[in-house]
């Protein structure tokens, strides 16, 4: 790979890059600064050195480079540590906004909280509205009487068990009747299982065992009052 000029300066003078150069900076002056004024301090020793023998210029310079090595290593230290709160607080402050655009970024793919209740609130109505076209096709509705209504249908030849084709209570229970009454669909009071029906099976669900028994009964009931009706018709 190509090495572009344009991108290293880019690196020099981002954000991070300011702040590392402005650091690295600051350690040499701090240390440039403190190696100053050490040698500073020990200057009438340093100009006497013309007057000294070899053992006193050695315990003078030993003396020297040791207090300076204490500085600076006390002061790299401490530098160090402030390095180190600097770079934590940087990296929180960023994980905080790894986290806000985390958050954004779910917003901009889930949508605005408004919209995605709108779209639910559509997607209701919608399934409503597709299970109160069913009504007509139901054999038969189990009602509570006022509070709940169940529309059933059962075809023995393609089913297994009935099937809930519609179900609701108060205002679309009401509903569901007045629209069986529309298609002739029998209505037939059983506040029981109505309220078993309802709470137990969903829309498009086929009825559990455990009340296959009454609803068969039910089924009968409606099957027969149909051929009666149907033998009537004939004669």
């Given at each position: 790979d190509r090495i572009s000029p344009l991108s290293g300066i880019k690196r020099i003078f981002s954000k991070k890059g300011l702040v590392e150069l402005a650091?690295?900076?600051?350690?040499?002056?701090v240390v440039g600064l403190v190696t100053y004024l050490t040698l500073t301090s020990a200057?009438?020793?340093?100009?006497?050195?013309?007057?000294?023998?070899?053992?006193?210029?050695?315990?003078?310079?030993t003396d020297l480079v040791f207090d300076l090595g204490v500085r600076l290593?006390?002061?790299?230290?401490?530098?160090?540590?402030?390095?180190?709160?600097?770079?934590?607080?940087?990296?929180?402050?960023?994980?905080?906004?790894?986290?806000?655009?985390?958050?954004?970024?779910?917003?901009?793919?889930?949508?605005?909280?408004?919209?995605?209740?709108r779209v639910r609130s559509l997607q209701r109505e919608m399934s409503q509205k597709r299970m109160m076209s069913d009504v007509g096709e139901a054999d038969v509705v189990v009602t509570n009487p006022t509070h709940l209504a169940i529309a059933i249908k059962y075809d023995a030849e393609n089913m297994h068990a009935p099937v809930i084709l519609a179900k609701g209570q108060r205002l679309v229970a009401q509903r569901i009747k007045e629209l069986a009454r529309e298609a002739g669909?029998?209505?037939?009071?059983?506040?029981?299982?109505?309220?078993?029906l309802f709470k137990a099976v969903q829309v498009g669900e086929q009825i559990p065992e455990e009340l296959f028994?009454?609803?068969?009964?039910?089924?009968?009931?409606v099957f027969q009052l149909k051929r009666g009706q149907s033998v009537a018709t004939q004669v």
């Amino acid at each position: 790979d190509r090495i572009s000029p344009l991108s290293g300066i880019k690196r020099i003078f981002s954000k991070k890059g300011l702040v590392e150069l402005a650091k690295s900076l600051f350690k040499v002056f701090v240390v440039g600064l403190v190696t100053y004024l050490t040698l500073t301090s020990a200057a009438d020793g340093i100009f006497a050195f013309m007057q000294m023998n070899v053992s006193q210029i050695f315990d003078l310079s030993t003396d020297l480079v040791f207090d300076l090595g204490v500085r600076l290593v006390l002061l790299l230290l401490f530098m160090a540590i402030l390095d180190y709160a600097f770079q934590r607080f940087d990296y929180e402050q960023s994980m905080k906004m790894t986290k806000q655009e985390v958050k954004q970024e779910l917003k901009q793919q889930e949508g605005d909280p408004m919209i995605r209740s709108r779209v639910r609130s559509l997607q209701r109505e919608m399934s409503q509205k597709r299970m109160m076209s069913d009504v007509g096709e139901a054999d038969v509705v189990v009602t509570n009487p006022t509070h709940l209504a169940i529309a059933i249908k059962y075809d023995a030849e393609n089913m297994h068990a009935p099937v809930i084709l519609a179900k609701g209570q108060r205002l679309v229970a009401q509903r569901i009747k007045e629209l069986a009454r529309e298609a002739g669909v029998p209505l037939v009071e059983n506040k029981p299982l109505a309220r078993a029906l309802f709470k137990a099976v969903q829309v498009g669900e086929q009825i559990p065992e455990e009340l296959f028994r009454a609803t068969a009964e039910v089924l009968a009931f409606v099957f027969q009052l149909k051929r009666g009706q149907s033998v009537a018709t004939q004669v």
